[in-house]
């Protein structure tokens, strides 16, 4: 079974840069053309907001919004994939979540990490 685990700093300033380490076991982020690996959001007292996606062969997609300020990038050897989002402003803060796709819908998640940005 496939276990997702965020890892980050919990507390930003504004104008920095957010890096997320989503750290994947019981299963290979390579292996398989079904299988996505997300960055998902949701903020205080809102709704799910998709980020980003990088898929097995390690292409990329992000949401047209943030597309700017996001990039997801992976290191197969650790069986890892990152999310940096950067200038970031206390619009960002969150919980973070890692998920994985299977065919296009979001599946086996994380289970998520606090991100505050605040002066």
């Known amino acids: 079974q496939v276990q997702l685990q965020e890892s980050g700093p919990g507390l930003l300033k504004p104008s920095q840069t957010l890096p997320l380490t989503c750290t994947v076991s019981?299963?290979?982020?390579?292996?398989?053309?079904?299988?996505?690996w997300s960055w998902i959001r949701q903020p205080p007292g809102k709704g799910l907001e998709w980020l980003g996606v990088?898929?097995?062969?390690?292409?990329?997609d992000y949401s047209p919004s943030l597309k700017s300020r996001t990039s997801v990038s992976r290191d197969t050897s650790k069986n890892q994939f990152f999310l940096q989002l950067s200038d970031v402003t206390p619009e960002d803060t969150a919980v973070y979540y890692c998920?994985?796709?299977?065919?296009?819908?979001?599946?086996?998640w994380g289970q998520g990490t606090q991100v505050t940005v605040s002066s």
């Open positions: 998920v994985r796709a299977v065919y296009g819908l979001p599946w086996d």
């Open positions: 990088i898929g097995y062969d390690g292409s990329t």
């Open positions: 019981g299963g290979s982020i390579t292996t398989t053309s079904y299988f996505a």
